[in-house]
């Protein structure tokens, strides 16, 4: 066999891998904050009338950071560490705004899981306007066919909380695993229907991928037949001002489900909007848009039901100053800190050496 031929049998191999989960597994490998362009998607439309940010003349940029007893300059700390965008945002005002690595301010980068907080905005929307009555809901009132695999005790605060007692292989290594088959697989609804649990609901905490996702049908049911990418336009990316278009993946390009566990891909700024509106209690400029309670139980510690203490309602809480955060996979972050009125934004092209919480923690303390 020639080269040439060599070559084109593995091309068609390729191919034939690439029609398949596994075989897109092996193809584009681990996630990138760039894999917004390698599925489908519905898109989010820009805002006619954007808000934006005050900015200090004269950037307060940390001159030097001292980690591990070592004094680093802090643009340099943040490219070694793989970052590509870095906002602060104090009083509506921007401290402090860099990007690294050949990105730029209108640089869109994949939200992997900061995405499950947004979702979890949606469901408070939901429960707002009468579409689903109470996050106390069974999960099998908007997705019968999960009654069959005993799924008649685990609510919809349970997913929220990450307590349902899913049964799901989180791994990202294993091309064979659930989380391969939601990310690259191509039929969401047919994934979560065949889910299983295995254990009592409302026992223990395990994050799971699978149970946002499980959410996201559920909501999707409950819009009756409004797209979630509809619903977060009206709900969010109008109201909110958001200054770029953006889109939220899908399984499949024709009556795609929007994968509600990862996969809105925004700027920095418009991520930061939406730590505003939280910092905001879901006030935007003197308009109640989302009720208070719902900010409020979503960011505080509730250890029922077997919730874990750092973590409520699609929301990782970060310690006894009430801050708080979004978060995904390879150190995509939206922090906010209520009583210095912060935000922070760290988006990445993996998370480096460094804990990024203790960052923040610290810059917290310095502004």
């Known amino acids: 066999m020639t080269v040439k031929l060599k070559w084109l049998f593995l091309f068609a191999i390729m191919i034939s891998l690439s029609a398949c989960t596994v075989g897109r597994f092996f193809v584009y490998n681990f996630a990138d904050i760039t894999d917004y362009k390698k599925f489908p998607s519905r898109t989010l439309t820009k805002s006619d009338q954007a808000f934006q940010f005050k900015k200090r003349a004269e950037l307060r940029k940390p ?53 499950k907080s947004v979702t979890s905005m949606l469901i408070g929307f939901a429960i707002q306007d009468g579409l689903i009555d109470s996050e106390e809901d069974l999960v099998t009132k908007y997705i019968p066919e999960l009654k069959e695999n005993g799924w008649d005790k685990v609510t919809l605060k349970l997913l929220l909380q990450m307590t349902s007692a899913m049964k799901f292989n989180e791994s990202y290594y294993n091309p064979f695993g659930h989380a391969a088959s939601y990310y690259y697989g191509r039929n969401l609804r047919k994934q979560v229907a065949k889910a299983k649990l295995e254990g009592e609901p409302g026992n223990y905490f395990n994050y799971q991928s699978g149970q946002t996702q499980v959410l996201g049908l559920a909501l999707e049911r409950g819009l009756n037949g409004k797209r979630i990418t509809t619903y977060l336009q009206e709900k969010l990316w109008t109201p909110l001002g958001m200054e770029y278009d953006a889109s939220w993946s899908l399984d499949r390009k ?45 960011t505080k510690r509730d250890t029922t039901d077997g919730s874990a203490e750092n973590y409520q309602y699609a929301w990782w809480l970060k310690g006894s100053e009430g801050d708080y955060a979004a978060e995904g996979i390879l150190g995509q972050y939206i922090y906010v800190h209520p009583e210095k009125n912060l935000i922070m934004v760290r988006l990445g092209k993996n998370y480096g050496n460094t804990s990024w919480t203790s960052i923040f923690k610290a810059l917290a303390k310095a502004y």
């Open 63 to 115: 001159k030097s950071f001292k980690i591990n007893g070592e004094v680093v300059d802090f643009d340099d700390y943040l490219e070694k560490n793989k970052t590509v965008a870095f906002l602060i945002i104090k009083n509506d005002t921007i401290q402090y705004e860099q990007y690294y690595n050949k990105y730029e301010e209108e640089s869109i980068v994949a939200s992997f899981s900061m995405a």
């Open 254 to 298: 024709k009556n795609g489900l929007e994968k509600t566990f990862c996969c809105l891909n925004a700027r920095a700024q418009d991520f930061a909007k939406l730590g505003r509106f939280y910092l905001n209690k879901g006030n935007w400029e003197g308009e109640q848009l989302l009720n208070e309670e719902w900010i409020e139980q979503s």
